[in-house]
């Protein structure tokens, strides 16, 4: 720093062009900043310097309102794709369920008549008791879940007479549409207009004539192949 004679006759130091200079100070981070400092640092306060500088760690940034409704319009969006295609796969595998648990029901009844002479289950009684005549409420359950004789008759063990069965360890409920999670099983001599069974706790329809099942589903419950349900 070099010497000036001022206008007054006093001799002063003479001031750097590029202003004031600028002195490194240490930030509670130990990070290095700069504060400005005039032209001797020994005459100013510490505090002063502690004021002036900049610790860059300190600095918060927040999200504009801008950035916010963006983040929230995709989130929406991919809200609105999402969760259609989560509801949809959630109805295939209730309709994949449907479709094996008719499989189920299916074969059990055909072994059922292959084992008895042709005679389809409930078709004759499961022995003595309410609701085990033929066409019976519990005489389909039986004969397709206890073991069963030749002419029918169930029971719940094996020996030399009930020795066909079981066919089933338990009836299936049925898992899409109003009747959801029925087991109920409706016997008739013939199937009339679909889900019109008043019965609660119906979740097939069983024809004993001709050994057919359906779900207990009415006529405008419509799987995604386009065909409703009792018609699988």
């Not at 900043?33 to 005039?38: E, I, M, Q, S």
């Not at 610790?55 to 989130?75: K, M, P, T, Y």
């Not at 359906?214 to 699988?232: D, F, K, L």
């Amino acid at each position: 720093m070099g010497l000036a004679l001022s206008h007054d006759g006093i001799v002063r130091p003479l001031r750097s062009r590029l202003g004031p200079s600028v002195a490194p100070c240490r930030t509670t981070h130990g990070r290095r900043a700069h504060a400005f400092a005039g032209p001797s640092r020994s005459r100013e306060p510490r505090s002063f310097h502690g004021r002036l500088c900049v610790d860059h760690r300190r600095r918060r940034h927040a999200f504009s309102l801008i950035e916010v409704v963006i983040v929230i319009v995709i989130i929406a969006i991919i809200a609105a794709i999402a969760l259609p295609r989560f509801t949809n796969a959630s109805l295939l595998a209730q309709e994949a369920a449907l479709r094996s648990d008719l499989r189920m029901l299916r074969t059990a009844i055909a072994c059922y008549a292959v084992e008895h002479g042709g005679r389809w289950p409930a078709s004759t009684s499961a022995g003595e008791g309410m609701g085990t005549e033929p066409c019976g409420a519990l005489t389909f359950e039986r004969h397709l879940t206890w073991y069963t004789a030749f002419d029918g008759k169930a029971s719940q063990q094996r020996d030399a007479i009930h020795r066909f069965g079981p066919y089933l360890q338990k009836i299936p409920v049925l898992t899409v549409g109003e009747n959801e999670g029925n087991n109920g099983v409706a016997c008739v001599n013939a199937f009339g207009e679909p889900g019109e069974i008043p019965t609660s706790g119906i979740g097939w329809e069983y024809n004993v004539t001709e050994g057919l099942i359906r779900s207990h589903t009415p006529a405008h419950e419509v799987g995604t192949n386009g065909i409703p349900y009792y018609q699988w």
